[in-house]
C-alpha cells in the first residue's frame, strides 16, 4: 500500500506547448510531467533551480476531467533580432505567433484535470498535499496569463500494480503509448498520440521525452498495459513521469 496526493486542477485556459513546435504553438490536451513538476514545485515554493531536482523522482498519473476544445489566436510578442533597447522595450514593430489555446466547452464553465502524484524520496504525499492547498505561487496551466486553482486535494490509500499485466483492463490517464497492447477503442472514443516531454535537467533542458496516449474526454482506455500502473478507489491508472 502507498499514498498518493489526487487533485483537480482546473482554470480558464491554457497552453501546454509542444516542444516541438517552433513557428505555430500548438497545444497538448493535459499537462505534461514537466509541467505537472512545475506547478509542484510552485506550489511549494521552491525556485526553478531546485524544483527539477527536489522532484526528479515524482511520478503522476492525469486525464482530463472536464470537456475542452481549442481555439487558434495570434499573440504579439516581441521580435528581438539584436537584443537593442527599443526592441526589448516593445518600441520596434512585433511579430505575430499563431497559438493555440484549450478552453472549456462555454464561458460558465472551468477546464478540469484529474491528477494523482505518487511521492519520491524527498516529499512526503502530506508534505507535497499541504503546498497544494495553500501554494507559495500560484499554479498556471502552462504560461504566466493561464493562471489556474487546485481543488479537492486528498490523500489517498493506492496499491501498486507493478510493471505491466497479461489482463486486457480499462486503465485510467495518460499511457505510454509503447506499453500499450491489444487497444479495445469503445464506439465514440478520442484518443490522442503525441510526443510529450516527461523529465527536465537541473539546468532545465529537455531530458526525456515519449509518446503517450490520451483519451479525450478522460474515459479509460482498455488495453493490455506494460507500463507501471496503480489501483485508487478500485480504479486501474497509468503512472507517467
Known amino acids: 500500500m502507498v499514498q498518493v496526493v489526487r ?5 480558464k ?15 497538448y490536451p493535459i499537462p505534461p510531467p514537466t509541467v505537472i513538476r512545475g506547478i509542484v514545485g510552485a506550489a511549494l515554493g521552491l525556485s526553478r533551480l531546485e524544483y527539477p531536482a527536489v522532484l526528479a523522482d515524482l511520478s503522476m498519473a492525469v486525464r482530463p476531467a472536464a470537456p475542452a476544445r481549442t481555439l487558434f489566436q495570434g499573440v504579439n510578442f516581441l521580435k528581438v533580432v539584436n537584443s537593442a533597447e527599443r526592441e526589448l522595450r516593445g518600441l520596434e514593430p512585433r511579430t505575430q505567433i499563431p497559438t493555440q489555446f484549450l478552453l472549456p466547452h462555454t464561458l460558465d464553465e472551468a477546464l478540469a484535470f484529474e491528477v494523482l502524484l505518487l511521492p519520491g524520496r524527498q516529499a512526503t504525499a502530506t508534505d507535497l498535499a499541504g ?15 493561464c493562471l489556474g486553482w487546485i481543488e479537492s486535494v486528498n490523500v489517498v490509500d493506492a496499491t501498486d500494480g507493478g510493471e505491466g499485466s497479461e489482463e ?44 503517450l496516449l490520451v483519451e479525450l474526454s478522460g474515459a479509460p482506455i482498455r ?3 506494460r507500463g507501471a500502473w496503480l489501483v485508487v478507489g478500485g480504479e486501474r491508472w497509468g503512472v507517467i513521469g
Open 223 to 225: 488495453c493490455r498495459y
Open 168 to 211: 486486457i483492463a480499462p486503465y485510467f490517464g495518460a499511457l505510454y503509448a509503447d506499453a500499450v497492447e491489444a487497444i479495445d477503442v469503445a464506439v465514440g472514443q478520442r484518443l490522442s498520440r503525441d510526443r510529450y516531454p516527461i523529465r527536465l535537467a537541473a539546468d532545465r533542458r529537455l531530458e526525456s521525452a515519449r509518446d
Open 7 to 11: 487533485f483537480t486542477l482546473r482554470g
Open 131 to 145: 503546498g497544494l492547498q495553500a501554494p507559495v505561487y500560484p499554479p498556471t496551466l502552462g504560461t504566466a496569463y
Open 13 to 27: 485556459l491554457a497552453h501546454f506547448r509542444r516542444f516541438y513546435t517552433n513557428s505555430s504553438s500548438l497545444t
